[in-house]
């Protein structure tokens, strides 16, 4: 019999510290290979952290509600070890051969606790399963969800690891979104152009209010802490309000004919089981406008040398979510590949999965331009913050019934306010009108996407 420490992997790709929410288990019960143990909350995603070892739970050392740095030992387990396995014996799944000062590698993240290797930390990774896939756990979850066979899939990553797009594109066979006025998307997926001479620091930074002492604890007030999204959230955007200049524009349209194609969608058989709402409609949109402007899809890069703009050939398409954590910006991978119905869909599961407050920390990274939908709160508009990495963000309104002048006559027609905010050192007045107008257009023309 050994006692196997378990340390808390980078689940993230970066992450430095979770909070325990819940512990599915308790000293003394019995875990198999990737039983849930317990829910860790990142800066940006809950997730459910599967058991590497086949034992018995030994001792939880972290406490629910507690924060705990990657690396630190969270939970013991007892096992049989390898070498005196025999009947009844439980031991560790099958796995490859250690690495040169470590110890065997577990199901779900690569080396074990206990070993004194320099290399990857444990959940950087990949694990490779008795038919040969590589794939991180997540990676396997998500394959899982999406009933993919990992065995059929097509690996992109390094070391001929499957990777996040790999799955989703195996899952949707995607049809290039295509309409002859517009150009193509290119071969190249991002191109750097040099940027101008950056401003002056003090034109494109506020200067930040000093901070104000905290208020004397008594029954009046309430101290929350800041931690979690919370704290991701405010620091990403204290940091684009002061380092991008922005400017909004917005435009005021008639979008009755967005709801009388909703309408047809939601009773067309082939968009049965899918929900179908005016968001997919202004997703669409912005793909297409993207694609005719793109620097609203580039990105400010500072260098050694000044600075760049990197202009982005694909669409991560970004999805502002209120949920019960708090606000996420989950993405679609590659959205401008997707027709109509498949991008329904991926807007199906990423609200979905954002309600249950189990998006993928993949899916909130390498966003390229953002949508908020303020309109489900019954907001007109509003001057939305860029995402920091991105240079575009489009606030779509309340869609309602008002008097608007058709053929010289006043009638009731669905309107609605688009507005955008831009990163002014990237793109300038007549890139930003000429994009809120492209997306107007269609709003009031859906037929411009017709594929």
């Known amino acids: 019999m050994s006692t196997q420490n378990f340390n808390l992997p980078d689940v993230g790709e970066g992450l430095t510290e979770a909070e325990i929410v819940a512990w599915k288990v308790a000293p003394g019960d019995t875990v198999a290979i990737n039983d849930v143990i317990c829910e860790i909350e990142t800066a940006k995603s809950l997730v459910e952290l599967p058991s590497p070892h086949a034992g018995v739970v030994g001792e939880l050392l972290a406490a629910e509600g507690t924060t705990v740095e990657v690396g630190s030992p969270i939970i013991t387990f007892v096992t049989d070890a390898r070498d005196d396995a025999g009947p009844g014996v439980i031991a560790t799944a099958e796995a490859p051969a250690p690495e040169e000062g470590g110890g065997s590698v577990l199901v779900g993240y690569g080396s074990g606790g206990g070993a004194t290797s320099r290399r990857k930390r444990p959940a950087e990774r990949p694990v490779r399963s008795s038919v040969g896939v590589i794939a991180k756990p997540p990676i396997r979850k998500l394959a899982r969800d999406l009933g993919v066979d990992l065995t059929t899939v097509a690996p992109t990553g390094a070391d001929g690891e499957v990777t996040r797009d790999d799955v989703v594109k195996h899952a949707e066979q995607a049809s290039v979104f295509r309409n002859i006025q517009t150009p193509e998307w290119g071969d190249v997926r991002e191109e750097t152009v040099p940027a101008p001479p950056s401003a002056p620091a003090g034109l494109a930074r506020g200067l930040a209010p000093a901070p104000a002492s905290s208020p004397a604890s008594d029954d009046r007030t309430e101290s929350i802490p800041v931690k979690g999204v919370r704290k991701a959230t405010s620091s990403a955007m204290v940091q684009s ?200 257009s269609v709003l009031e023309e859906p037929a411009l996407l017709v594929e």
């Not at 524009?249 to 058989?269: F, G, H, N, Q």
């Not at 027609?413 to 831009?422: I, L, M, P, Q």
């Open 241 to 440: 309000a002061y380092s991008a200049p922005h400017v909004t524009v917005w435009k005021e349209i008639d979008a009755s004919r967005t709801m009388e194609l909703v309408k047809r969608l939601k009773a067309s058989p082939d968009y049965a089981d899918i929900r179908v709402s005016p968001l997919l409609i202004m997703a669409r949109a912005v793909i297409w406008a993207a694609r005719r402007t793109p620097l609203v899809n580039a990105a400010w890069i500072d260098t050694e040398d000044g600075a760049e703009i990197a202009v982005r050939h694909y669409v991560n398409l970004g999805i502002a979510a209120a949920t019960p954590r708090g606000l996420l910006v989950p993405n679609i991978k590659d959205a401008q590949d997707l027709s109509m119905k498949d991008l329904a869909r991926a807007l199906n599961r990423l609200t979905l999965t954002a309600r249950e407050g189990k998006t993928p920390v993949a899916d909130q990274q390498h966003g390229t331009i953002t949508i908020t939908n303020i309109g489900v709160f019954g907001m007109d508009a509003g001057t939305p913050i860029i995402n920091p990495g991105e240079s575009g963000i489009v606030a779509m309104g309340t869609i309602s019934q008002k008097p608007w002048v058709v053929d010289g006559e006043v009638r009731p027609r669905w309107v609605t306010t688009v507005a955008g905010s831009f990163d002014h050192r990237v793109i300038d007045g007549d890139g930003m009108s000429r994009f809120i107008a492209d997306v107007a």
